[in-house]
């Protein structure tokens, strides 16, 4: 693959490849780059081809490389993407089959004493998630299992079919992050309850409806570390006004403040792949 050009043009390519698969790696793990250089190796092996493929036009450019990378995660290969994923998660993802679940990925959160309360939908099938291993023998799916019984489930993804056709109703909002950019919540392995639905609850302003629940889920504020965007879903056709949910003035983790659930780039789009094989086309809004 590298024998096609110089050895000049290859390492000056080969370190931006570096540097910006490094720092897609590192959305959701922003110390990743200081855990050694035999772990980049790894990722420049497993994705440098789908980057020439899919991004020459844009090499060397770091920043360019890496908005092309986030924009096309649904169309890496399997080894890239998996080399990816484990990097972004430090571990193994785990799929769910045949469960019913808490769907989180398009929902509005109220803020509570610096949880986010997180109005999700109740789905039955196959979903992914973190391990979050717990115990001998425990992890996510084996805990949400048990919680069929017991009034509870776990907040795990599947791709919303609301995004997937020009016919729903919702989108992908891009955010840029940075100083000036919001919170948003992050459900995986969320915990949820059955006594919510149907039900009022705080900070909104109709009873739960049935097929809905609250689970808790943890805050991140985007302006804390790096600037490295994230996304949230909401209406479509896209609505200018929805970006307020970008910016730290409407979307913090004050008590009271409305957020929204959201990932790093590209994240919602790799995952499923992980879990479906592919993604079809999504319904996106950019500023």
């Not at 190796?41 to 899919?54: P, Q």
């Not at 993407?81 to 019913?100: E, H, P, R, Y």
């Not at 705080?202 to 504020?221: A, E, H, L, N, Y």
């Amino acid at each position: 693959m590298w024998s096609g050009f110089s050895s000049g043009k290859t390492r000056l390519t080969g370190a931006g490849l570096t540097v910006a698969l490094i720092l897609i790696a590192g959305a959701a793990a922003p110390s990743m780059a200081q855990e050694g250089f035999s772990e980049d190796l790894g990722i420049i092996r497993a994705c440098a081809g789908d980057v020439w493929s899919l991004c020459s036009d844009v090499l060397p450019d770091v920043g360019r490389i890496k908005s092309c990378v986030q924009d096309k995660m649904g169309q890496l290969s399997k080894g890239c993407l998996d080399k990816l994923l484990d990097t972004m998660a430090g571990a193994s993802f785990k799929i769910c089959k045949d469960q019913t679940y808490a769907l989180c990925a398009a929902a509005r959160c109220n803020v509570f004493d610096g949880v986010a309360y997180c109005q999700c939908d109740v789905k039955h099938g196959n979903s992914i998630s973190l391990p979050f291993r717990m115990g001998k023998d425990e992890d996510v799916c084996s805990i949400n299992a048990a919680g069929s019984s017991n009034k509870y489930m776990v907040s795990t993804y599947s791709l919303p079919e609301s995004i997937a056709s020009q016919q729903g109703d919702r989108a992908v909002y891009t955010c840029q992050g940075g100083k000036d950019g919001g919170a948003y919540a992050q459900c995986d392995g969320g915990m949820c309850f059955r006594s919510t639905e149907e039900t009022t609850f705080p900070g909104f302003d109709k009873p739960v409806p049935k097929g809905q629940i609250i689970c808790s889920c943890p805050i991140t504020k985007s302006s804390s570390g790096s600037a490295q965007g994230y996304q949230i879903l909401g209406p479509y056709p896209c609505d200018k006004s929805f970006f307020k949910y970008c910016k730290s003035a409407t979307a913090n983790s004050k008590t009271g403040s409305t957020i929204y659930v959201g990932a790093p780039i590209g994240t919602a789009q790799a995952l499923a792949v992980q879990l479906n094989g592919s993604v079809p086309p999504i319904n996106e809004c950019r500023e």
